[in-house]
C-alpha cells in the first residue's frame, strides 16, 4: 500500500470510532430505524443527481450490497449500540476484520499470509482481554446483534471486491437508496414515535444527523470502497481492527465510559497487530 493510501485506511476507523458517540446521541433522538432511513435517504438525496446511474449488470450486486451493508450491517449495529454500551459495540464489531479475511480466502481467492493471519490472531487477543471487562458479558443480546452486524459488514466489502470495481459515490448512492425501503419497513413495523422525534429532536440530534451523512458516511464509506477497489481485502480489512481503538477512546471521552487498564491493553493489541499485517515481502502484490 502506498502512503496516501495507507493514511486513509487509518481515517476511516478513525472517522467511524467517533461515529459511535455521534449514533448514540442520535438515536437517543430519534427511533435507531427512522434514524438510519433518514441518514440514507438523505445520502441518497445528495449522491444520485451527481452520479452515474448503475448500469443493468450493477444493479444486482448493488442490491445485494445494500443488503447486507445497508439494511442488516447498519441494522443490527444500531440497535445493539442503542442497548450496550459503546465498548461492547466496539469489542464485538472488531470481527468484521477477521470475517472479511475468512471470506475473502474462498470467495476472492485472497489466501492471507502467515504474517497477516498472525496479525489478525494478535489482534483477536485484544478483544479476549477486551471482553474481560466487567459488564461487556452481562447483556448478550447487543453482543450478538453487533457480531451479526461484523459478519454482514464483512459479506458487504467481500461483495464490492468481487463485483466492482464501482464508482464509490455512484455505490453509495444508490445503494443508500436501495437501503431505505428496508429500514423504513423495519421501523414502522417495530417503532413508534418517528414523526414525533422530528419535531422534538435538538440540535445536538440533528448535529448527529449531519455527522453520519456527510463524516461517517459519504467520506468514511467513499474513501473505504476507493482503497477496497485498489488493494486487496487483506491489506486493506486490518485496518478495521483500529475501529475499536478509536471507537473506546471516544467513548471514554464523550460518553464517560472508563478507560481501564484491560482497555488500554486490549487497545494496544489491535494496534500492533494491524502494524504486523502490513510487513510483507516486497515482491508480493498488494
Known amino acids: 500500500m502506498s502512503a496516501i493510501q495507507i493514511v486513509c485506511a487509518v481515517a476511516v476507523p478513525l472517522l467511524w470510532g467517533y461515529q459511535f458517540v455521534v449514533i448514540k446521541v442520535g438515536i437517543t433522538e430519534f427511533p435507531p430505524f427512522f434514524f438510519l432511513a433518514l441518514r440514507f435517504l438523505a445520502t441518497a438525496l445528495l449522491l444520485i443527481p451527481f452520479v452515474k446511474k448503475p448500469t443493468r449488470e450493477q444493479l444486482r450486486p448493488i442490491a445485494a450490497i445494500s443488503l447486507f451493508l445497508g439494511g442488516l450491517n447498519f441494522g443490527l449495529f444500531y440497535v445493539g449500540l442503542g442497548l450496550g454500551s459503546g465498548s461492547t459495540t466496539a469489542v464485538a464489531y472488531l470481527l468484521s476484520t477477521p470475517f472479511t479475511v475468512l471470506l475473502a480466502w474462498p470467495l476472492l481467492a485472497e489466501r492471507p499470509s502467515l504474517t497477516t493471519a498472525s496479525g489478525v490472531a494478535l489482534a483477536f487477543a485484544g478483544v479476549f482481554v477486551l471482553r474481560a471487562e466487567p459488564g461487556l458479558s452481562s447483556n448478550g ?24 470495481p464501482f464508482d464509490p459515490l455512484m455505490l453509495m448512492g444508490w445503494s443508500s437508496l436501495f437501503t431505505v425501503p428496508q429500514v423504513m419497513l423495519m421501523s414502522l413495523l417495530l417503532e413508534h414515535g418517528q414523526l414525533a422525534s422530528l419535531v422534538a429532536a435538538d440540535e445536538r440530534g440533528w448535529l448527529a444527523f449531519a455527522y453520519t451523512i456527510f463524516i461517517g458516511g459519504i467520506v468514511g464509506f467513499g474513501l473505504w470502497f476507493w482503497l477496497i477497489a485498489r488493494c486487496s481485502m487483506g491489506r486493506v480489512a486490518p485496518f478495521g481492527l483500529l475501529l475499536p481503538v478509536f471507537a473506546l477512546m471516544s467513548s471514554a471521552l464523550f460518553l464517560g465510559e472508563p478507560m481501564t487498564p484491560k482497555l488500554i491493553i486490549g487497545a494496544l493489541l489491535a494496534i500492533s497487530g494491524v502494524a504486523l499485517t502490513q510487513f510483507r515481502p516486497s515482491a508480493r502484490p498488494v
Do not use: E, Q, W
Not at 443480546?141 to 454482514?152: K, S
Open 141 to 164: 443480546l447487543p453482543l450478538l446483534l453487533v457480531i451479526g452486524a461484523a459478519f454482514a459488514f464483512a459479506v458487504s466489502n467481500v461483495l464490492t471486491k468481487r463485483y466492482g
